[in-house]
């Protein structure tokens, strides 16, 4: 029994972490950042208050700046990119210093720079604040050998992003809010795209949750349970007509019944949410209390099934019956 529980355990956490791990991925490469370009008609501060409405994580708009090099590779200039304030935290996995450059992570890397150090550029001297991953993953190319540098929204951007978890298609629609006032939609429509679309349109993480094939392990371990469990009593059946026929009330027979299921079932119980636990702490916190529940339904539904299952057997056994199962025993 408890193998059973373990078995739809691992099979249940298997297939929400494959799920987990999926939507990493996605997010990772930059599937979730939907994107408008309209140049010059962005409005920064209107962009960066689209991170006010529900879904949407992050939001940035962004220009192209003036090109510069770094000292030590005159030749090799970056691709400048001014940003509002939120853009920087689209492309970065982790918090950056208050003030600084940001950079791709190949110029990180042909430099010998860390986040905190300072970068000598033929524009002179700026300090690092952040490095962010720019890899060749379907996402949108221009940004390998790009750095960031953060600007007052004073002045018009050419792009808008937002970071949109979970995904939700129906917010690329809300992005022309960040148009600048008077911008003229019907003769120069902007362009609507998603920053990295080689992972599909959206992720639809909780709708194939919900329709998980392994959504119905609760079902199976109740009924597991109350197989197996009807099985045991029928075992005993012989034994248990016999106390009947000696006296023993039906009611003190269910009740002992019961009591005798309930340890072994909760120890087969325990045992599965042990492993629910433990497959919990290899999920990520903010996924180990899902794991938990998930898991310890299907603990509390195996019980049931072998509570149920034991009383409901227990009340089909009869007296009168005694010599047919006498005659029936093998």
């Known amino acids: 029994m408890s193998l059973l529980g373990l078995s739809l355990i691992v099979a249940d956490v298997s297939v929400v972490r494959a799920l987990v791990d999926e939507g990493e991925r996605f997010r990772d490469a930059r599937g979730s950042v939907l994107t408008i370009a309209a ?24 220009r192209e700046g003036d090109s510069f090099a770094a000292a030590s590779l005159p030749g090799t200039p970056f691709d400048v990119y001014e940003v509002s304030g939120g853009l920087r935290a689209i492309l970065l996995s982790s918090p950056v210093e208050p003030s600084g450059l940001v ?7 042909t430099l010998g720079l860390v986040q905190g150090g300072r970068l000598a550029t033929t524009a002179g ?58 911008s003229d939609l019907a003769d120069e429509p902007p362009q609507l795209s998603q920053l990295n679309a080689s992972l599909g349109r959206e992720f639809a993480g909780a709708a194939r949750f919900e329709s998980r094939l392994t959504a119905l ?19 005993r059946r012989i034994e248990l007509a016999s106390h009947l026929h000696a006296g023993v009330t039906r009611r003190d027979m269910t009740l002992v019944m019961g009591i005798e299921a309930a340890v072994w079932g909760v120890a087969a ?6 492993a ?4 919990a702490h290899t999920m990520s916190s903010d996924d180990r209390a899902a794991i938990v529940v998930l ?24 007296e009168r019956h005694l010599f047919a199962y006498f005659k029936d025993r093998t």
Not at 132 to 139: A, M
Not at 143 to 155: H, R
């Open 39 to 62: 140049e010059g008609r962005i409005d920064g501060q209107a962009c960066d208050s689209l991170v006010e409405i529900d879904g949407v994580a992050h939001a940035g708009a962004l």
């Open 125 to 182: 001297e700026a300090p690092i604040a952040g490095i962010f991953e720019s890899p060749p993953d379907g996402r949108r190319s221009g940004f390998g050998w790009a750095l960031l540098e953060t600007v007052d929204s004073s002045k018009p951007f050419d792009e808008c992003w937002i970071d949109v978890w979970p995904t939700d298609a129906r917010l690329a629609a809300l992005l022309p809010l960040a148009m600048a006032p008077g």
């Open 295 to 318: 898991s310890a339904r299907i603990a509390v539904a195996l019980f049931g099934g072998v509570i149920g299952g034991t009383l409901a057997a227990s009340a089909t056994i009869r």
């Open 276 to 279: 629910g636990v433990i497959a």
């Open 217 to 235: 392990a609760p079902v199976v371990a109740l009924v597991a349970g109350a197989v197996v469990a009807t099985l045991a009593v029928r075992r």
């Open 103 to 109: 950079i791709a992570r190949d110029i990180a890397d």
């Open 269 to 274: 119980t325990l045992l599965t949410a042990s």
